[in-house]
């Protein structure tokens, strides 16, 4: 956990350099422009809850549909930040090698159609699990506090392999990405849940991807270190 709050912190620091302030702006944009494509799909998917729930006051049905999509974004936030960190990856991490690792051997740009191929596999990853874990959602829907850990552990669990996968592959092949988060140990597992409990926090999810891309870099970094890398 130090290693993860460490980079967290080296992640906030390094929001003051020009070249990364300016990839924080581009991904608060598209972060935003998500979230209100999430809120406008929301709203559409429980538009029939008016024709169903007619014996309920209006007002009712608003909450219950204000509340629905605010639920429908909170579920599907780890896909944003999956999508949002796939674009910028590279342009990120080269910007964090620059400042942090100058003397380090620059990884390998991904380039457009192998970033997006990962990211569609990892986004496959991450329905198919979220499918697996819902009958446990629901299960749990009464206890608040167990519907908490097992959300923050499911999308713990997503995002790190979004993030070290995604930029692990800038610095390994793909067949040593298992050995790579084996090396980085628990520190990956929980980059993802630092991740997925920032995107639980209003507003300061907006700036959820590129934290957690920011520290991902420094979680592979610190991963290939113990991996003698």
Request: with cysteine.
């Amino acid at each position: 956990m130090p290693t993860v709050l460490a980079a967290y912190g080296r992640a906030l620091h390094s929001l003051g350099d020009p070249r990364i302030r300016r990839l924080f702006w581009i991904s608060l944009a598209l972060t935003v422009l998500a979230l209100a494509g999430l809120l406008a799909l929301g709203n559409w998917a429980l538009g029939p809850l008016e024709e169903w729930a007619t014996a309920l006051p209006s007002w009712a049905i608003s909450i219950a549909k204000i509340g629905g999509a605010v639920f429908v974004i909170w579920l599907l936030m780890p896909s944003v930040l999956m999508a949002v960190e796939g674009f910028l990856a590279d342009d990120i991490a080269a910007a964090v090698e620059d400042r942090d690792y100058a003397r380090d051997r620059p990884g390998r740009a991904l380039g457009i159609l192998e970033s997006l191929v990962v990211s569609l596999r990892l986004l496959g990853l991450t329905i198919v699990i979220n499918l697996i874990a819902l009958p446990l959602h629901i299960a749990v829907l009464w206890f608040p506090v167990l519907n908490l850990v097992l959300v923050y552990f499911v999308n713990g669990y997503c995002l790190s392999r979004a993030l070290i996968d995604q930029i692990g592959l800038r610095y390994v092949r793909p067949e040593e990405l298992k050995a790579l988060r084996r090396a980085g140990g628990w520190s990956c597992f929980l980059s993802g849940v630092m991740a997925a409990v920032v995107l639980s926090i209003p507003v300061l999810n907006l700036v959820a991807p590129i934290l957690a891309t920011v520290a991902g870099v420094h979680v592979v970094k610190a991963a290939l270190r113990a991996r003698g890398s």
